[in-house]
């Protein structure tokens, strides 16, 4: 059975159809999976936005403390909270009109990847931006 939140077009699309990255979780410690995560989607032309309680400035870019506060529109929600607090973050997602939501490895929550489609968003989830971006050798 396929996995409903692998799909291979969903991915290639977010990777190479997107522009604006939130990164929920995102602070400016460089030893975090979502900093790393976040300079290899900018580096690779996406414009990333932090969003942290602490709305600190991180890797160049102006944070913000919550997703309702990030100005203009947000293609992805990348998730990087633990599993059971990240369905918060899906529904704020939801709330701002988000094109789609992506929970990293190990970030699991079935429920709100459900409300998310169900809200008409793309949703990925357990899989890495970086690992897909190499696997596809999306430019």
């Given at each position: 059975?396929?996995?409903?939140?692998?799909?291979?077009?969903?991915?290639?699309?977010?990777?190479?159809?997107?522009?604006?990255?939130?990164?929920?979780?995102?602070?400016?410690?460089?030893?975090?999976?979502?900093?790393?995560?976040?300079?290899?989607?900018?580096?690779?032309?996406?414009?990333?936005?932090?969003?942290?309680?602490?709305?600190?400035t991180?890797?160049?870019?102006?944070?913000?403390a919550?997703?309702?506060?990030?100005?203009?529109?947000v293609?992805?929600?990348?998730?990087?909270?633990?599993?059971?607090?990240?369905?918060?973050?899906?529904?704020?997602?939801?709330?701002?009109?988000?094109?789609?939501?992506?929970?990293?490895?190990?970030?699991?929550?079935?429920?709100?990847?459900?409300?998310?489609?169900?809200?008409?968003?793309?949703?990925?989830?357990?899989?890495?931006?970086?690992?897909?971006?190499?696997?596809?050798r999306?430019?």
């Open positions: 059975m396929s996995n409903p939140f692998a799909d291979e077009n969903v991915i290639r699309r977010l990777l190479a159809d997107t522009r604006t990255w939130a990164f929920v979780g995102l602070s400016d410690n460089p030893e975090r999976t979502a900093y790393d995560q976040a300079g290899l989607l900018q580096r690779r032309g996406k414009r990333i936005v932090p969003v942290h309680p602490a709305a600190a991180v890797l160049g870019e102006p944070g913000y919550t997703l309702a506060e990030v100005p203009g529109p293609d992805v929600v990348a998730i990087y909270r633990r599993a059971e607090v990240a369905g918060e973050s899906v529904d704020e997602a939801i709330a701002i009109g988000a094109r789609a939501v992506w929970l990293p490895l190990g970030v699991v929550d079935e429920a709100a990847a459900r409300r998310a489609l169900d809200a008409g968003l793309d949703v990925v989830m357990d899989r890495c931006p970086g690992v897909e971006w190499a696997l596809r999306t430019a």
